[in-house]
């Protein structure tokens, strides 16, 4: 086993900077990184490529394909001094999946890496819904945040 670091992708802050990452208009999506992954995952990564074929969590039953689940009811806030995007929670239906965690990227650009976040441990579904619940939309507290 290998790891995954809950962070923003250092590519993905530079992207930012040059205008890469259209969250009003890009297609985003999370794909989940499987138990007992082969690799690293974490700041350094930069594209869903790094997952595709080693860690993805393709293979399993249900409605989780290679690729993840496209990000729907994005919202883009700002309070105070951070601005700050809202995801809904993305679900995988009668899925069976042990997953350690994801990775969220644009698929509208290339499969270029977003963030990457670890679930702490094994997170499992047999033959059910596997949920990913988004934080609550926040200054301190959305995935996606620059201060």
Known sequence: IMA??????????????????????HTFKLALIKANESGTYGAASTNYSNITGNSDEQGNTGTYSAGGATLSGTTINLTNTTAHI?????????????????MIYNSSASNKAVCVISFGSTQSSDNGTFTITM???????SIIRVA
């Open 86 to 102: 809202d995801f809904n929670n993305p679900q995988f239906t009668s899925a069976t999946i042990d997953a350690n965690g994801c």
């Open 4 to 25: 995954i670091s809950t962070a923003l992708c250092s590519s993905f802050k530079q992207e930012l900077l040059q205008g890469v990452h259209n969250f009003s208009s």
């Open 135 to 141: 934080p609550a939309d926040g200054e301190s507290t």
